[in-house]
T-cell receptor, first 114, second 117 residues
Framework: GDSVTQMEGPVTLSEEAFLTINCTYTATGYPSLFWYVQYPGEGLQLLLKATKADDKGSNKGFEATYRKETTSFHLEKGSVQVSDSAVYFCALMGVKAAGNKLTFGGGTRVLVKP | GAVVSQHPSWVICKSGTSVKIECRSLDFQATTMFWYRQFPKQSLMLMATSNEGSKATYEQGVEKDKFLINHASLTLSTLTVTSAHPEDSSFYIC?????????????FGPGTRLTVL
């Protein structure tokens, strides 16, 4: 079945540091890929998505490129802020997903210190 | 973005009682609503998918008689945890897919923390 693996946290960074969160997936065909973010005390929010190979999703300074050859969708941000402290989830929606079900990775907690 | 609310935000109950959690889409109609369970420091586990007016589809291993889902309208779905036990303590999250929106887009509620004593 479909699965998503992402690096375990917590990841602790200083403000303005470069952030990378690795995400790899297993699925048949070409799934859609997502990054969701969960800020403290809030629900998950869609951060960015990519629906086909080589697509780059971007939002709020974050980027991720859909790499079919390496089955990866790594999240990057060039200069993080304290407000980026949150839990980040990589997810996929399979090609044959009935009812548009999402499969989530384990989540990566990011803490940005001033 | 779309707004999804959950009520209550947290609940504490005694073992053996039933608890109902509501999920509402506030500014749109939802074709499909999903219920997830999230354990501490772990990922979201899909429990069931519900469509308005039809029976929910439960994931393998989820007891449908224990976790009753009612999708009564295009803006409301409820999850009832029947005869709750301490092992049911968890964070329950709903998400919705809007009518007429991208079918790959889900909007999440803030979650409900259930503690069973």
């Amino acid at each position: 079945g479909d699965s998503v693996t992402q690096m375990e946290g917590p990841v602790t960074l200083s403000e303005e540091a470069f952030l990378t969160i690795n995400c790899t997936y297993t699925a048949t065909g070409y799934p859609s890929l997502f990054w969701y973010v969960q800020y403290p005390g809030e629900g998950l929010q869609l951060l960015l998505k990519a629906t086909k190979a080589d697509d780059k999703g971007s939002n709020k300074g974050f980027e991720a490129t859909y790499r079919k050859e390496t089955t990866s969708f790594h999240l990057e941000k060039g200069s993080v802020q304290v407000s980026d402290s949150a839990v980040y989830f990589c997810a996929l929606m399979g090609v044959k997903a009935a009812g548009n079900k999402l499969t989530f990775g384990g989540g990566t907690r990011v803490l940005v210190k001033p | 973005g779309a707004v999804v609310s959950q009520h209550p935000s947290w609940v504490i109950c005694k073992s053996g009682t039933s608890v109902k959690i509501e999920c509402r889409s506030l500014d749109f109609q939802a074709t499909t609503m999903f219920w997830y369970r999230q354990f501490p420091k772990q990922s979201l586990m899909l429990m069931a998918t519900s469509n308005e007016g039809s029976k929910a589809t439960y994931e393998q291993g989820v007891e449908k008689d224990k976790f009753l889902i009612n999708h009564a309208s295009l803006t409301l779905s409820t999850l009832t945890v029947t005869s709750a036990h301490p092992e049911d303590s968890s964070f329950y999250i709903c998400s919705v897919t809007p009518v007429g929106g991208y079918t790959d887009t889900q909007y999440f509620g803030p979650g409900t923390r259930l503690t069973v004593l």
